[in-house]
Nanobody, 119 residues
Framework: QLQLVESGGGLVQPGGSLRLSCAAS????????IGWFRQAPGKEREGVSC????????NYADSVKGRFTISRDNAKNTVYLQMNSLKPEDTAVYYC????????????WGQGTQVTVSS
């Protein structure tokens, strides 16, 4: 079964940090760009960050630049999203997705992990 599984979400206070993981099973992530997306209640899904298959190229939404860092460990078949200086507006369900390129259609999606930033 081909799937992506996110983990690492939870409740954190403003200013805190979380690291999300996106692990693949049934296929290798080596040849895929991986994107992180989020969707807050009542809002549309938005792209947060993406990393190319080689890891040589990354991009970030303006709202998270300087606070979030995406990385990948192909040996572990896992992509990470390190989130620092979290704000209440970062509260959302976070999803990872795998596709040929960062800009384009994604072939596989995870089920999401909840991130709640609140005091």
């Amino acid at each position: 079964q081909l799937q992506l599984v996110e983990s690492g979400g939870g409740l954190v206070q403003p200013g805190g940090s979380l690291r999300l993981s996106c692990a693949a099973s049934g296929f290798t992530l080596d040849y895929y760009a991986i994107g992180w997306f989020r969707q807050a209640p009542g809002k549309e899904r938005e792209g947060v960050s993406c990393i190319s298959s080689s890891g040589g190229s990354t991009n970030y939404a303006d709202s998270v630049k300087g606070r979030f860092t995406i990385s990948r460990d192909n040996a572990k078949n896992t992509v990470y999203l390190q989130m620092n200086s979290l704000k209440p507006e970062d509260t959302a369900v976070y999803y990872c997705a795998a596709g040929p390129k960062c800009r384009g259609m994604y072939d596989y999606w995870g089920q999401g992990t909840q991130v709640t930033v609140s005091s």
